[in-house]
């Protein structure tokens, strides 16, 4: 039995962490599942194949990619000092067991590595580097670029909002207007309901469709979601958008044929206005969302980044992202714990307070 972490895309919601979770669940010998909805990962145990599950989840509406196994990092090297210094690291690390590839920059004294952490630590490869007469240091992580994904795609979400919110505010006015009673605004005879009704439908149709494109994504996870027996709120938000906008595009085809009375039947402002509102609702839900992630990254810099690894009676300092699953690790008094655990031996008081804030 394994347990495997899968990256969840296009998760926006409690409701869609659930319906991934209940999808993968029906699957035989999935013994456990959980989805986290804050870092959109799915985290499965059980003897089941990858292609299962990245099958289920996409049926269910979302993308997957499992987690790669190969990480990636990045050393400072020093005391290099030409072109065959840079290739002597280059081939040691190259022909080191569990490095995929290694890249060494002279001019930056860098080395770039993709390596299975399975089978080497990042401190065997700086020992070997050691031993070739350099010195090697880990180039620490910088967290400004997902930081600024994120904010990329806050002003994506934002700039879409701000359209949807105009064009359907516009189309809004322009068929509700006429229905103010003795405040009714009057149109030019060129667009209005009674002396010109189907160039008061173009006129609704062409500024819904910007609003339609905007929310198109409800349409493509909502019936996928519904064709595969967990719909979920996009669902409903497609299936009534769509009615109103049907309903309203026969309403225009019957004007065309000289049913005039349908210009006073048309929703295309209703299907206009729910996708605007929903959609600011998700750009508020993804702000919160990414408040909720910065702070948990805050928490996670408090972590060490090393930890003693007990391997063979010798303790040898590792990444804590190295760390697996039933490794050892050795806590000194003083120390922080560096990752989740069981005591294997010993007896110790621990400082909660960073967690439960008291």
């Known amino acids: 039995m394994t347990q495997k972490t899968y990256e969840i895309e296009g998760m926006t919601c409690a409701m869609c962490s659930q319906a991934v979770e209940d999808a993968i669940k029906k699957l035989p010998n999935v013994s456990s599942v959980e989805v986290n909805l804050v870092n959109n990962k799915a985290y499965v145990e059980g003897d089941i194949e990858d292609s299962e599950i990245i099958q289920t989840v996409r049926n269910a509406g979302y993308d997957v990619k499992e987690e790669v196994l190969s990480k990636h990092i990045e050393f400072n090297i020093t005391g290099m000092t030409c072109a065959m210094c840079a290739t002597t690291v280059e081939d040691t690390l190259a022909k080191s067991a569990g490095v995929e590839s290694a890249t060494v920059n002279l001019i930056m004294n860098t080395a770039s590595i993709n390596y299975n952490p399975k089978m080497i630590k990042s401190?065997?490869?700086?020992?070997?580097?050691?031993?070739?007469?350099?010195?090697?240091?880990?180039?620490?992580?910088?967290?400004?670029?997902?930081?600024?994904?994120?904010?990329?795609?806050?002003?994506?979400?934002?700039?879409?909002?701000?359209?949807?919110?105009?064009?359907?505010?516009?189309?809004?006015?322009?068929?509700?207007?006429?229905?103010l009673g003795p405040y009714s605004l009057k149109f030019p005879d060129f667009l209005s309901p009674d002396a010109s009704p189907l160039n008061f439908a173009l006129v609704q149709i062409i500024l819904t469709v910007p609003v339609v494109y905007l929310g198109r994504h409800f349409y493509t996870k909502g019936f996928k979601t519904l064709f595969n027996g967990a719909p979920n709120m996009d669902t409903l938000v497609a299936i009534g958008t769509l009615a109103a906008l049907l309903?309203?595009?026969?309403?225009?085809?019957?004007?065309?044929?000289?049913q005039h009375h349908f210009a006073h039947h048309l929703y295309f402002e209703s299907a206009a206005v729910i996708i605007a509102l929903i959609k600011f609702g998700k750009y508020l839900e993804h702000i919160s969302k990414g408040r909720t992630s910065q702070a948990i990254?805050?928490?996670?810099?408090?972590?060490?980044?090393?930890?003693m690894l007990v391997k063979d009676g010798e303790q040898i300092e590792v990444m804590v992202d190295e760390l697996q699953v039933g490794d050892v690790v050795a806590i000194k008094p003083g120390e922080s714990i560096p990752v989740d655990g069981t005591v294997v031996r010993g007896h110790s008081s621990v400082d909660e307070s960073m967690l439960t804030g008291e």
């Open 123 to 179: 401190t065997e490869m700086i020992e070997r580097i050691q031993q070739q007469g350099y010195d090697a240091q880990i180039k620490q992580q910088d967290f400004s670029s997902s930081h600024q994904e994120v904010i990329e795609e806050n002003k994506k979400l934002k700039r879409e909002v701000i359209i949807a919110m105009i064009f359907g505010g516009l189309v809004m006015f322009f068929s509700m207007s006429q229905m």
């Open 247 to 258: 309903y309203s595009l026969y309403g225009t085809i019957q004007i065309a044929l000289g």
């Open 297 to 307: 990254q805050a928490l996670l810099n408090l972590r060490p980044e090393t930890a």
